[in-house]
């Protein structure tokens, strides 16, 4: 199996900048914590960012969880349960370096972790859709395409329909991480409702060119039998 370093750069409301970097597994979800090193803005050893933070709130992250090839996901872990969705970036085209940072509320407790999904290669066709609904629930749905199908994204704890996670919820942000969009219908992960007619859109951008960035562009109402999915030609 391969790996691959993983870094994040967060401020915490008691003026500290934490430094976070692990060595993590691709193609198995695995935990981003603190780099070990004082001077980098981490502890005496690798913690879990909820040990290493507990009671404070992290402000901002200035970098975005970046790895060397390709971050398909992250998110802030609470009891097994998607707390807050992260921006992730790739030094495969330096994005990370030209990324902006990225506001943050978030109040850390004990048992917090920041979990994190990386592919050994920069093309791989993962397509990972993150959302905030209006009941402050995060969630990321994720499909790996193959061929020319419509190919209907799950969420990543449940493997359930977006419909069946969020319904009678309404997205108010979303963002689409994904190198493939040239090969999606409209460029775009759609939301269909009960008839299979789009009433929502996020468009895909490839974190190798772009960063990429919550948007309430296209962003609708859930009900029990939508489904998010993305169509490609190929």
């Known amino acids: 199996m391969t790996t691959q370093a993983v870094s994040c750069q967060l401020m915490l409301n008691d003026g500290s900048s934490v430094n976070l970097l692990s060595t993590l597994t691709d193609g198995t979800q695995g935990e981003l914590k603190t780099s070990g090193v004082i001077s980098a803005g981490g502890g005496v050893?690798?913690?879990?960012?909820g040990t290493f933070g507990e009671g404070k709130v992290i402000t901002s992250i200035i970098q975005p969880i970046t790895g060397v090839s390709r971050v398909?996901?992250?998110f802030i872990s609470r009891r097994g349960e998607i707390l807050k969705c992260l921006p992730v970036a790739t030094n495969a085209t330096?994005?990370?370096?030209?990324?902006?940072?990225?506001?943050c509320n978030v109040l850390l407790q004990a048992g917090d972790t920041i979990q994190v999904l990386t592919l050994a290669s920069a093309t791989a066709r993962a397509c990972a859709y993150n959302?905030?609904?209006d009941r402050g629930v995060s969630a990321i749905f994720s499909v790996t395409p193959s061929g020319a199908a419509t190919n209907e994204l799950t969420h990543i704890l449940t493997n359930q329909s977006i419909g069946s996670s969020l319904q009678g919820q309404r997205i108010i942000s979303?963002?689409?991480n994904s190198s493939d969009a040239g090969k999606y219908r409209g460029g775009s992960v759609l939301i269909l409702n009960d008839r299979g007619l789009p009433v929502g859109t996020s468009l895909a951008v490839n974190q190798n060119n772009l960063q990429v960035l919550p948007s309430s562009m296209g962003v609708c109402g859930i009900g029990l039998n939508f489904e998010a999915v993305c169509i490609t030609t190929s």
């Open 72 to 74: 398909v996901y992250a």
């Open 131 to 133: 959302v905030v609904t």
């Open 174 to 176: 979303h963002f689409t």
């Open 94 to 103: 330096n994005s990370a370096i030209y990324s902006e940072p990225y506001p």
């Open 45 to 49: 050893s690798a913690q879990s960012i």
